[in-house]
């Protein structure tokens, strides 16, 4: 009578374990059955000591991968900042460049509109 058995493990530990099984030419269930039952069955309590320092170099190695991960993330999200800062900078400049034209372009106007226009015949004699 057989019986399944059910594991959770992270989508990099699924990974491993079918990249090992396929070295060895086994499907996941046999490599698993081979590495826990058949040669645990044979060794000694010094392995659990082992194990242990296998478990804890991959847990490192796991939180050295996330800080990198980190770090990289961080310098993007850095980097995007900076770049919509530029921008903004960009834009807050040709809204006041904009806005000094409006300026200019109502006084001129304005200007112009105080201004009385001169007849014909004083335009034609006036000095210059």
């Known amino acids: 009578m057989s019986v399944q058995i059910s594991i959770r493990v992270s989508k990099e530990?699924?990974?491993?374990?079918?990249?090992?099984?396929?070295?060895e030419n086994k499907t996941i269930t046999q490599y698993i059955l081979d590495r826990c039952i058949v040669e645990n069955s044979y060794t000694e309590y010094s392995s659990v000591d082992d194990d242990s320092n296998?478990?804890?170099?991959?847990?490192?190695?796991?939180?050295?991968?996330?800080?990198?991960?980190?770090?990289?993330?961080?310098?993007?999200?850095i980097?995007?900042?900076?770049?919509k800062d530029g921008q903004i900078a960009d834009i807050l400049e040709t809204n006041n460049n904009?806005?000094?034209?409006?300026?200019?372009l109502?006084?001129?106007?304005?200007t112009l509109l105080l201004e009385t226009k001169k007849s014909w015949w004083q335009r034609l004699f006036s000095k210059r």
Do not use: M, P
Not at 54 to 71: S, Y
């Open 79 to 83: 980097s995007q900042i900076d770049e």
């Open 13 to 23: 530990q699924k990974e491993k374990f079918v990249e090992l099984a396929k070295n």
């Open 54 to 77: 296998r478990v804890e170099t991959v847990l490192h190695e796991q939180i050295k991968q996330l800080r990198a991960d980190f770090d990289n993330e961080r310098r993007f999200y």
């Open 98 to 104: 904009q806005l000094q034209l409006i300026g200019a």
């Open 106 to 110: 109502t006084i001129k106007n304005e």
